[in-house]
C-alpha cells in the first residue's frame, strides 16, 4: 500500500469524524451566551461558522466531481467567505439547525471522495484548477477539508471560551 493511500484514509475518517466532534461541543455547551458571542468580537458567531462550513462543503463536493471526471472546476461566486455568511443571514439562524443542514452537506461529499480508489494516484494528483484558478488536486482538496474542519472547531471552542 503507498504511503498516500493509507494517509487519504486518515484524511477520510477525519472528514467523517469531525462534524461528529463538532455535534458533541455544541452540545454540551451550557451557557446559551456562548451562540450568541462572536469570534474576537466582530468575528463569527457559531452560526456562522457552521453556515461557512455548509457553503464550502457544498462547493467542494462540486470541485471534487468535476476534478474526478477531469474538468475543471465551477467558478467561485467571486464573493468572499464573509460576504457569503453576512447574505445567508447565517447569525440569525440556529446553530444545532445549521450543524445538521451541515451534515447533510458532508454526507454526500465524504461517500464521493470514499467510493474512489484511494490508490490511484494518477486520479488523486490529477492537475486542475480550484475555483480561483490556482492549481488544484483531489489529493489537496481532501486535506484542505480535513484541515478547515479542524481550524473551524478551534474557532467555535474559542467563541465558547469567550
Do not use: C
Not at 475518517?13 to 451550557?30: F, Y
Not at 462543503?57 to 462540486?62: I, N, Y
Not at 461529499?109 to 494528483?125: G, K, R
Request: charged share 25%.
Amino acid at each position: 500500500m503507498q504511503a498516500l493511500s493509507r494517509y487519504r484514509r486518515w484524511q477520510l475518517w477525519a472528514m467523517e469524524k469531525n462534524p461528529v466532534n463538532i455535534e458533541q461541543v455544541l452540545t454540551s455547551i451550557s451557557d446559551p451566551g456562548a451562540f450568541a458571542r462572536r469570534d474576537g468580537g466582530d468575528g463569527w458567531t457559531i452560526s456562522e461558522v457552521l453556515g461557512h462550513l455548509f457553503d464550502v462543503d457544498s462547493a467542494f463536493l462540486a470541485r471534487a466531481l468535476a476534478l474526478a471526471a477531469g474538468n475543471d472546476p465551477p467558478p467561485s461566486s467571486g464573493k468572499s467567505p464573509d460576504e457569503m455568511v453576512i447574505e445567508a443571514g447565517y447569525a440569525e439562524q440556529d446553530a444545532l439547525a445549521l450543524l445538521e443542514k451541515w451534515k447533510d452537506a458532508r454526507a454526500p461529499y465524504h461517500a464521493f471522495l470514499s467510493s474512489l480508489p484511494e490508490d490511484d494516484a494518477a486520479l488523486w494528483e490529477r492537475p486542475g484548477r480550484d475555483a480561483d484558478g490556482g492549481g488544484f488536486t483531489l489529493n489537496d482538496q481532501l486535506i484542505l477539508t480535513a484541515y478547515h474542519d479542524v481550524d473551524h472547531l478551534h474557532q467555535i471552542v474559542k467563541i465558547i471560551r469567550g
